[in-house]
């Protein structure tokens, strides 16, 4: 996962076998990353009624040990990181002073003083540099571990039994964002039973050198059970059917967790001070009289809105599209939206999506506008 000699996009481990598969490629956050294989809604539905293995090695994984690990992960971030148990995970954010979210995150804890913090490409950097520097006073460690792992993901109804047969980890006991230690054909790995997609799936850290061994095995484990690989266009959609914000998007410094109707993430209850307590503290007791509020939208027409495009009704604007895309498990375009409060109820008639110019009807629904069965 070195850089390449020359100036560009990043490569991972994997560039070339994504390359031999006949990849677009596509330049994302700076590293050089399938796009789709072949037909992102064929790669979309393997996920969603099979299985599907992506390559996730862009992510950032930032190490941070020592006596007071738990500690300065309690005053950098928002959620309650000293109360999670050795071999499991939690999802969190890390907010400016101003409450302001800087990323979302995926912290997993390794051992009792050892805690694996798992960001956004596009923000891995700014995450570093707000952990080293919110590190000051702490006995405690910062890593950047970029380098040290490819990530590769197995998601889909398929993908426990794909792993079962090249590993002995007890993925039966393994819970929904848990992680262990374990081999997955002969190859050593982190486990972790977490996803970006709405389906059960497994997300494998291992050493770089290790992945393509590992994505080969993994292809050859699935190829009865119809495994495809799959880009990030796919999983694009598929997080959106999810209802799972994407940085960015549904996110950003402007908002705080609770304007993202993601405020359950912050924990006022533990011990200490935290960057944003007070500023987040005045945004929760005002979450009830937000202006806006996100909800989903389903198209009654066939043109698919995009991030940016302003929503409408009763010849106003009433908010913005984050996320949009052609829904291939619904058959109809659908987005998520910002939109002012008193439009925000499912079935709420009158709203429309601004298509270049075009009013274009739309339906408000609940989030997630997909989840699976268990």
């Known amino acids: 996962m ?9 490569r991972t481990a994997l560039d070339a076998l994504h390359r031999s598969l006949g990849a677009t490629m596509t330049d994302f956050a700076g590293w050089d990353m399938p796009l789709r294989y072949g037909s992102e809604r064929d790669e979309h539905h393997a996920v969603r009624t099979r299985a599907g293995l992506f390559d996730l090695s862009h992510m950032g994984e930032i190490t941070v040990t020592g006596p007071q690990a738990a500690a300065l992960l309690d005053y950098a971030l928002v959620g309650n990181i000293g109360g999670v148990k050795t071999g499991r995970a939690r999802y969190t954010m890390i907010c400016r002073e101003d409450g302001g979210i800087l990323d979302d995150l995926i912290v997993y804890r390794l051992a009792d003083t050892e805690y694996m913090v798992v960001a956004n490409a596009s923000n891995a950097q700014v995450v570093l540099d707000a952990l080293v520097e919110r590190a000051a006073g702490f006995d405690a460690e910062v890593r950047d ?9 197995v998601q889909g109804p398929e993908s426990p039994g794909i792993l079962k047969a090249l590993t002995d980890a007890d993925l039966d006991g393994l819970k929904y964002y848990a992680g262990l230690p374990g081999t997955v054909a002969g190859v050593p790995a982190l486990i972790a039973r977490t996803g970006y997609t709405g389906e059960d799936g497994f997300e494998l850290f291992v050493k770089p050198e290790h992945a393509v061994e590992l994505w080969q095995s993994l292809t050859e484990a699935g190829e009865g059970v119809g495994l495809v690989p799959c880009g990030l266009s796919c999983r694009d959609t598929l997080r959106l059917e999810a209802g799972m914000p994407l940085y960015g998007h549904e996110l950003t410094t402007e908002l705080t967790p609770f304007d993202a109707g993601l405020g359950r993430v912050v924990k006022f209850d533990k011990e200490g001070d935290f960057v944003g307590r007070a500023a987040l503290r005045e945004a929760a007791e ?5 202006p806006s509020v996100l909800v989903g939208l389903i198209a009654e027409g066939r043109r698919v809105p995009r991030a940016g495009y302003p929503v409408v009704a009763e010849g106003k604007v009433i908010g913005e599209v984050t996320s949009g895309a052609p829904s291939p498990t619904l058959g109809k375009p659908i987005a998520m ?4 409060a008193m439009y925000a109820a499912p079935g709420t008639t009158g709203v429309a999506v601004d298509i270049r110019g075009s009013h274009e009807p739309y339906e408000v629904v609940a989030l997630p506008f997909y989840k699976r069965s268990k």
């Open 2 to 10: 070195s850089s390449s000699p020359t100036a560009g996009p990043r």
């Open 145 to 153: 571990d970029r380098d040290a792992y490819a990530l590769l993901a």
């Open 286 to 290: 005002n979450a009830n009289h937000e």
């Open 337 to 340: 939206a910002y939109v002012d």
